[in-house]
């Protein structure tokens, strides 16, 4: 298991706006995800990209993988108070557990 | 989506007593069950991996006296904190993953505070 790094640490925009994060790892995947925790609550599973996929997309969430770089992107479009929470990517081989970093720390204020 | 439940969401114990918390994974099987804890402002820390059946895989520097994991069906595991100190006050989530499956699908979390 490897944990990913997520920049930047913390995010404050208007709602509206864009919101981008980005996750580096260290060695190779099999997959990536993607997890939203509010406050006091349990992860939220966002979004899965294989280690062969390029670019993903789910609803207002775009994730982007580039593995000759390690490190993959998530972006937010027309965000939203509700969007305020913390985001963590999780780099994962295959029967590993997940292992969190400290996350981007969003804050969308309307 | 996959829902994993956990019980309770809260619970104020003594210090020097047990408490048990409950992880269960409501609409699928869960063949491998990981239990994490996360102070405050700080990420998730995994504390142990669980195979239903088998006995669970501690992380380094998790004590497996204090922390019993037990995972004896495909929906449920308990993770008992024995002789609970104020120290062991965290919030505890549990996670399942079902056979096969990449997507590792996490419970509400229980705050646990020790007095």
């Known amino acids: 298991s490897q944990q990913g790094e997520e920049d930047p640490q913390a995010l404050s925009i208007q709602e509206g706006e864009n919101a981008t994060m980005n996750c580096s790892y260290k060695?190779?995947?099999?997959?990536l995800q993607w997890y939203r925790q509010n406050s006091g609550r349990g992860l939220v599973h966002l979004i899965l990209i294989r280690s062969n996929e390029r670019e993903k997309h789910s609803g207002r969430l775009r994730v982007t993988l580039d593995t000759s770089k390690k490190s993959s992107s998530l972006l937010i479009t027309a965000s939203r108070a509700a969007d305020t929470a913390s985001y963590f990517c999780a780099p994962n081989q295959a029967g590993t557990a997940l292992i969190f970093g400290k996350g981007t720390t969003l804050s969308v204020s309307s | 989506g996959a829902v994993v439940s956990q019980h309770p969401s809260r619970v104020i114990c003594k210090s020097g007593t047990s408490v048990k918390i409950e992880c269960r994974s409501l609409d699928f099987q869960a063949t491998t069950m990981f239990w994490y804890r996360q102070f405050p402002k700080q990420s998730l820390m995994l504390m142990a991996t669980?195979?239903?059946?088998?006995?669970?895989?501690?992380e380094q520097g998790v004590e497996k006296d204090k922390f019993l994991i037990n995972h004896a069906s495909l929906t449920l595991s308990t993770l008992t904190v024995t002789s609970a100190h104020p120290e062991d006050s965290s919030f505890y989530i549990c996670?399942?993953?079902?056979?096969?499956?990449?997507?590792?699908?996490f419970g509400p979390g229980t705050r646990l505070l020790v007095l």
């Open positions: 060695t190779s995947i099999n997959n």
């Open positions: 996670s399942a993953r079902g056979q096969g499956q990449e997507t590792q699908y």
């Open positions: 669980s195979n239903e059946g088998s006995k669970a895989t501690y």
